[in-house]
């Protein structure tokens, strides 16, 4: 329960059935309003069938925005196609899911895989796509089997394949798993990895919606995008527009972890603010502590201090206090936590991930993760703190992908709200919180 509020009164979308046993399967999905919109889309069950562009309305109306990082219209995105020459179009939905405390795609691949399958059909169909692949990162083997089996069930039911539900319609869907590269959630370097090479950001222009995968237009969509599709067809887009704020529509999986009481997967509307996330869904601080940041939009996301946490969560507003919303996975520190040790861990895994194409990030993540080792173990120096001060800012804006820019979001944010923990570091030799950075 929020301090001083009420509980938040709302239409659950993604996670509506999402514990109803064996969800995974066909006919029970079939039992939850599953496939509705396909058949009312392609099959014209009760109505006319629906057109394309028909369809590309609804979720034009809608508001539907990214829900993978970048937060861009999804309607606007599929109109970026160039008009069908007769070559192949893609649709490649982005299941990597690599950025540090996400974990909602994750969930709705287990649990309600249809759900997804049914989005990629309606949205290929909107944008005249005929086929499509399902990008997994290589942790998620688990995942892609019951994926796997679910769209086997899809192409016995008919809804893949040739002439889906008597429409002209042809749609085909199969799962790629990666190699667990954080590079492979950038949409260019996650298509180079599925052409079989290795996954480097590509140069834009030309976008993917021109020359995509093998060179062709392709969109690329996340996991939680495609999966809001079905219930936008089947309700309409100005329901789920109603749901949000003016510019975003909808509800959001919001992936809570860290020093809360009650971590997990909450679904809740657009512009909720994070105070409602942190004490009506995940409980509070943990017994005898307080809440000292948060991270609003997974590790490349810049931190939020007490006194933002009335912020609605929404593209605009996390952004303009200098954050961002990102995936929504929102790390929760408290006031044990040590700030340089958590600048020190996230520093550690965006060198690691850094693909090496470039120079400021190859090299700049690398001296940043080595400072901020020497500092967090007492053996930094003046140098390394003047380090942390300008580096970053080299870095910011100046590589060839967002990892750079992802890489040094926390710690210029640490650095702002927390500089005397790092001064403490240098000249104390030790942790002035007496924390740890989990």
Known sequence: MPEGGAATAFEPVLFKDIDTPELYRRQVYEAHEGYAALRRA???????????????????????????????????????????????????????????????????????????????????YAMRA????????????????????????????????????????????????????YICGEETALLDSLEGKRGFPRLRPPFPAVAGLYGRPTVVNNVETLANVPAIVRRGGAWFASLGTERSGGTKIFSISGRVARPGNYEYPMGTPL?????????????????????????????????????????????????????????????????????????????????????????????LEMALERIETGRGTPDDLELLQGL???????????????????????????WPEFEAHVAEGRCPSGGDGR
């Not at 970053?392 to 927390?418: E, K, W, Y």
Request: proline share 7%; with cysteine.
């Open 42 to 124: 392609l099959g014209g069950e009760g109505s006319e069938r629906m057109t394309p562009e028909a369809v590309l309305e609804e979720v034009r109306v809608s508001n539907l925005r990214g829900r993978g990082g970048a937060g861009f219209p999804t309607a606007r995105k599929w109109q970026f196609l160039p008009p069908p020459d007769g070559g192949p179009r893609y649709l490649v939905c982005n299941a990597d899911e690599s950025e540090p405390g996400t974990f909602k795609d994750h969930e709705i691949l287990r649990k309600n895989p249809h759900m997804l399958i049914e989005g990629m059909i309606l949205a290929g």
């Open 130 to 181: 005929t086929r499509g692949f399902i990008y997994l990162r290589g942790e998620f083997a688990q995942p892609k089997r019951v994926v796997d089996a679910a769209i086997r069930e899809a192409y016995e039911a008919g809804y893949l394949g040739r002439d889906i539900l008597g429409s002209g319609f042809d749609f085909d869907l199969s799962t790629y798993l990666g190699a667990g590269a």
């Open 275 to 367: 105070r409602v996330l942190l004490y009506e869904a995940a409980g509070g601080p943990l017994p005898g502590r307080a809440f000292k940041a948060v991270i609003p939009g997974g590790g490349s996301a810049g931190l939020l201090v007490p006194s933002q946490f009335d912020l609605p969560m929404d593209f605009e507003p996390i952004a303009q206090a200098g954050s961002m919303l990102g995936s929504a996975g929102v790390i929760v520190m408290d006031d044990s936590t040590c700030m340089v040790r958590a600048a020190t861990w996230l520093m550690e895994f965006y060198a690691d991930e850094s693909c090496g194409k470039c120079t400021p990030c190859r090299e700049g993540t690398k001296w």
């Open 392 to 418: 970053p800012g080299q870095i910011l804006g100046n590589t060839f992908c967002g990892l750079g820019d992802a890489a040094v979001g926390f710690l210029m944010s640490a650095v702002r709200h927390f």
